[in-house]
């Protein structure tokens, strides 16, 4: 168990807050990257980094099916509400990039990347 849930928690629940605002916002950060689909790569690490994230937190297939379910639907659901704000545009490829984080996030922390934040804690934060 993680000796610092609640603060690793905490967060969390802040990147979902700074993941909602950064896809809502009229002024999105932009990528100095001359790459055609480098914001496609930002959506998928966006999204990896979120399910990574709470997939060390709570171990239960369960638990990790609803937030596999949750990160799914809060994408799609952005991308929505950014093709009905006028200002930004809605793309499924960013809905794709989106899901495909979260798969690969929770295939990769059932193997190694499980104990993550454990290891910060053991090695790091004695």
Not at 60 to 68: D, G, K, N, V
């Amino acid at each position: 168990m993680l000796r610092y849930f609640k603060a690793w928690l905490s967060i969390g629940w802040l990147l979902v807050i700074l993941m909602c605002y950064v896809s809502l916002t009229s002024t999105p950060p932009e990528f100095h990257i001359e790459f055609k689909y480098i914001d496609k790569v930002g959506h998928f690490f966006a999204y990896f980094i979120l399910m990574t994230w709470f997939a060390q937190l709570y171990k239960s297939p369960r638990t990790r099916l609803f937030y596999i379910l949750f990160f799914i639907t809060m994408g799609i659901t952005l991308e929505i509400l950014q093709g009905l704000g006028g200002v930004r545009l809605f793309e499924y490829y960013d809905m794709l990039a989106n899901s495909l984080g979260v798969i690969l996030a929770w295939l990769i922390t059932k193997g190694r990347l499980k104990n993550s934040l454990l290891f910060f804690e053991v090695a790091i934060l004695k």
